[in-house]
């Protein structure tokens, strides 16, 4: 069983999560995200959160199962905290802005 894949995803107010038409559609307050489903694997959406089974033990299925957990999960948060890079800089004579 896969340690990412068995962990559900937790629905912040104010998010959506619908599946269907080999699809998954994220909606939130910074827009709308969609991924198409792989195969191999089925999303249950309940309780304020989205969880992944395999519908098989085949080796694609598990490598999928993963997969659509963490895809998920990044389009939660990207609709929800949005995009942020920080940037370190170290060192002497460098100018940034």
Not at 35 to 51: D, K, M, P
Request: aromatic share 2%; charged share 25%; proline share 3%.
């Amino acid at each position: 069983m896969s340690r990412i894949g068995k962990l559900p995803v937790a629905m912040p107010s104010g998010v959506t999560v619908t599946v269907g038409d080999g699809a998954i559609k994220v909606k939130g307050p910074k827009g709308e995200l969609s991924q198409a489903l792989a195969s191999g694997v089925e999303l249950t959406v309940a309780n304020g959160q989205v969880n992944v089974a395999r519908k098989d033990d085949s080796r694609q299925s598990r490598a999928n199962h993963g997969l659509v957990r963490a895809l998920v999960n990044n389009m939660v948060t990207g609709v929800t905290k949005g995009f942020e890079r920080k940037l370190d800089i170290q060192g002497v004579g460098f100018k940034s802005e």
